[in-house]
């Protein structure tokens, strides 16, 4: 599968941002998928992820009740919402998936993989 994330962009604290990420190639209802996100100096640490139905989530506890991750299986496309951001969110975004309906937290579970969307905060 080949995944093209976008949506990032420059906005203050307190905004709201979108990322989506596209899919194509094999079936996108196969794949369980997440969004990681990478600071300069930084590893790259897990921000939410989707089951394969969609029926499971998980988010790092640094966005929980200000993100949202969603799914639409019938447009091969993943979602981030990002509400109340902080410029402690400035990263650039990537959009992962794997083959299987388990969520990993660990990057390494992911072999799939997208370019990255620059996402800036400014205070």
């Known amino acids: 599968v080949q995944l093209q994330a976008s949506g990032g962009g420059l906005v203050q604290a307190g905004g709201s941002l979108r990322l989506s990420c596209a899919a194509s190639g094999r079936t996108f209802s196969y794949y369980s998928l997440a969004w990681f996100r990478q600071a300069p100096g930084n590893k790259r640490d897990l921000v939410s992820g989707?089951?394969?139905?969609?029926?499971?989530?998980v988010y790092a506890d640094s966005v929980k009740g200000r993100f949202t991750i969603s799914r639409d299986n019938a447009k091969n496309t993943v979602y981030l919402e990002m509400n109340g951001l902080k410029p402690e969110d400035t990263a650039i975004y990537y959009c992962a998936a794997t083959e299987t309906n388990r969520l990993f937290s660990d990057a390494n579970g992911y072999p799939y993989w997208g370019q990255g969307t620059l996402v800036t905060v400014s205070s």
């Open positions: 989707i089951s394969v139905g969609g029926r499971r989530t």
